[in-house]
């Protein structure tokens, strides 16, 4: 059996406003496995990087609030612990990859001396052996000459490389958890896909779980073992891999499937759109957060927040359109076996 490293339940945050606390994220459960690669997808303003940023408790920093639930990494509740605690875990045994690294990155520093920062601080390195260990560290990240790179600043380096320095800042210290904040986004096609395979390679490596925050479901199809879809601060549909693609369960990813140029329904056509946006905090419709977007709602969806309907094995969608199948399986009229 899988063991757990990282356990989320029922997670809620939210930040203060001229009306009072407004949440961010909804009631977020989700579970990782050792070794495995979790993807939440979905578009931005889904709540994905506030997720990620309530689980390594940077939230505290940014004004946010942890309102309720529980964060368990190997066994032990992240929410109970302090900031002080918190500091030699985060670095150390989790790591993040944050979404635009020229602004994750010091420029006063050079490259190399961030890398070692993190070495003598969690590792007890001497400045020497650090050092040495950042300059290994590039080059395991795949930047040519990086005897020289390390000495450089982020200025003096592409986006890519300064995406791989990130990379090697995360990854210093073996973390057993990584998560990747839309590691890949505003790179080059190419880089991308290098960045990708290296990620996967160093999973590979050091045997570490990663969280993988992405809107691109190509991305998601590539790396992850397990998807959840977030939608408005909350899960809307949870699976394997294989199950979110080939029985998506919940029309807003079907939606963010169809979106893919070339996918399996949309050759040839033309590319689908989700009409409508994501309702800002506080703006939230009653019923099912999707349905003024939805094109199969239903009077109930207006009306009343859907439960989280089992659709398969391990595979989970928050959807009124599963009761209302499972009702006519019951009557003995025809369901449809996806949205």
Not at 59 to 78: H, P, Q, R, S, T
Not at 166 to 183: F, H, S, T, Y
Not at 264 to 271: A, N, T
């Amino acid at each position: 059996m899988a063991e757990k490293l990282l356990e989320v339940r029922d997670l809620t945050t939210g930040f203060i406003s001229e009306k009072g606390i407004v949440k961010a994220t909804d009631r977020i459960s989700i579970t990782l496995n050792k070794g495995q690669t979790l993807c939440l997808v979905g578009e931005s303003g889904s709540g994905k990087s506030v997720t990620s940023l309530a689980i390594m408790r940077l939230i505290d920093y940014a004004g946010g609030l942890l309102l309720e639930g529980n964060v368990n990494f190997k066994g032990e509740d992240l929410t109970k612990k302090s900031q002080e605690q918190m500091r030699s875990i985060r670095g150390n045994q989790i790591a993040m990859i944050f979404q635009d690294p020229m602004s994750a990155l010091n420029p006063v520093f050079s490259v190399g001396e961030q890398i070692a920062e993190s070495l003598r601080l969690h590792q007890n390195k001497s400045n020497e052996e650090a050092w040495n260990a950042a300059v290994e560290l590039l080059r395991k990240v795949g930047i040519p000459a990086p005897e020289i790179r390390a000495k450089q600043y982020p200025h003096e380096l592409s986006g890519g490389m300064c995406q791989r320095v990130v990379i090697a800042i995360a990854l210093a210290c073996n973390p057993e958890l990584l998560i990747a904040d839309e590691p890949t986004t505003a790179l080059d096609v190419t880089v991308q896909a290098q960045i990708l395979d290296l990620l996967r390679e160093l999973q590979e490596d050091i045997g570490m779980s990663i969280l993988l925050i992405t809107h691109d479901m190509g991305v998601a199809a590539e790396m992850a073992d397990r998807v959840a879809v977030m939608y408005a601060g909350a899960i809307v549909e949870e699976g394997t891999v294989e199950e979110i693609f080939a029985n998506p369960s919940h029309p807003y990813t079907v939606g963010l499937l169809q979106s893919i140029p070339g996918f399996e329904g949309s050759r040839g056509e033309e590319l689908y759109t989700i009409k409508g946006s994501i309702p800002g905090l506080g703006q939230l419709p009653g019923g099912c957060r999707f349905n003024p977007r939805c094109p199969h709602a239903m009077d109930i969806c207006r009306q009343q927040e859907p439960p989280n309907f089992s659709v398969g094995s391990d595979h989970h969608a928050v959807c009124w359109l599963h009761e209302k199948n499972i009702r006519e399986a019951h009557t003995g009229e025809n369901g449809v076996k996806n949205v």
